[in-house]
């Protein structure tokens, strides 16, 4: 069935470091991919997506890989700030492409 | 341009007890979607509307509702609490005809079932 999930629950990292926030999907038809981020009492904020015919999209401090042999997606980010701190959260389209399936989230710690 | 507006943002029920909720989405989208997010499942699809259509589904049962008026605004209904209902609603809106691309999140409803 579809499933999104995330490697780790938690990363902590120091100011200045860059980030790695890993996902796994299990649906190799998926189409479009996003990362969302959730900061405390707000609701998921889009930060990048990609579709299944790229491999790599960059944005402002952030950089999604997609890797369809292993149906890996990773969110990148440069340079790590506090502010950064949230859960970060690997989503796909649903094969009716009219929802998203969601991971679980992983929490990232930036400390100073 | 106003984001996705919900109301209430808090509330506070008792089982057996009902709850609408409303989502407002951003002027010129069509597409409304409901997620539940919950600690124990994180963030689950509820349903999506397309035009006052229900488009998708979830797997919830009968008791979570919703419907979409001609202003493209969105209600969800769920009857007869229970405790486990107890989660931060999220209403979210698209633009697009098709189903793909971004999501627009509101803040949440978060309810408590007591």
């Known amino acids: 069935g579809e499933n999104v999930g995330l490697h780790l629950p938690t990363l902590s990292v120091q100011e200045g470091d860059n980030s790695i926030i890993n996902c796994a999907y299990s649906?190799?038809?998926?189409?479009?991919f996003i990362w969302y981020k959730q900061e405390s009492g707000k609701g998921p904020q889009f930060i990048i997506d990609?579709?299944?015919?790229?491999d790599k999209r960059q944005g402002q401090r952030v950089t999604v890989l997609l890797n369809k042999t292993v149906k890996h997606l990773s969110l990148q980010i440069a340079a790590t700030q506090p502010g950064d701190s949230a859960v970060y959260f690997c989503?796909?389209?649903?094969?009716?492409?009219?929802?998203?399936?969601f991971g679980k989230g992983t929490t990232l710690s930036v400390s100073s | 341009k106003a984001g996705v507006t919900q109301t209430p943002r808090y509330l506070i029920k008792t089982r057996g007890q009902q709850v609408t909720l409303s989502c407002s989405p951003i002027?010129?989208?069509?597409?409304v979607s409901w997620y539940q997010q919950t600690p124990g499942q994180g963030l689950q699809f509820l349903f999506e509307?397309?035009?006052?259509?229900?488009?998708n589904k979830g797997n919830f049962p009968g008791r979570f509702s919703g419907r979409q008026f001609s202003n493209s605004r969105s209600e969800m209904n769920v009857s007869t609490l229970e405790l486990g209902d107890s989660a931060l609603y999220l209403c979210?809106?698209?633009?697009?005809?098709?189903?793909?691309?971004?999501?627009?999140f509101g803040e949440g409803s978060r309810l408590t079932v007591l």
């Open positions: 979210a809106s698209r633009s697009g005809t098709s189903g793909t691309g971004e999501l627009f």
């Open positions: 649906n190799s038809a998926s189409d479009y």
């Open positions: 990609i579709r299944s015919n790229m």
């Open positions: 989503a796909e389209d649903n094969q009716a492409g009219t929802a998203l399936i």
């Open positions: 002027s010129g989208h069509r597409s």
């Open positions: 509307y397309f035009s006052e259509t229900q488009r």
